[in-house]
């Protein structure tokens, strides 16, 4: 799952509306970048079954439950929906 995951992701709106605004990039090294609005964080995740974990040099963790069929990928954090992604 991981090396599918490297790249950068960013998320498609309901309407099926490319959303560059917000998404993450995810590292072969196991560190990732997350940006909304253009502020952004990074740090290193980990996938821990079907969840993303994310460790945010700052100190904070966002946890994402995941999903990955034919290439795509959807994610679901604790505060929102699931969110379609598209490769950047």
Do not use: P
């Amino acid at each position: 799952m991981k090396q599918a995951l490297v790249d950068s992701w960013g998320t498609v709106t309901e309407d099926g509306v490319k959303n560059s605004s917000v998404g993450w990039t995810f590292y072969e090294d196991g560190t990732a970048s997350s940006f909304a609005f253009g502020a952004g964080n990074s740090g290193t995740y980990e996938i821990q079954r079907d969840k993303i974990v994310l460790t945010y040099h700052s100190g904070g963790e966002a946890v994402f439950q995941y999903s990955f069929e034919n290439g795509a990928l959807q994610m679901k954090g604790d505060s929102a929906g699931w969110w379609n992604m598209y490769r950047q």
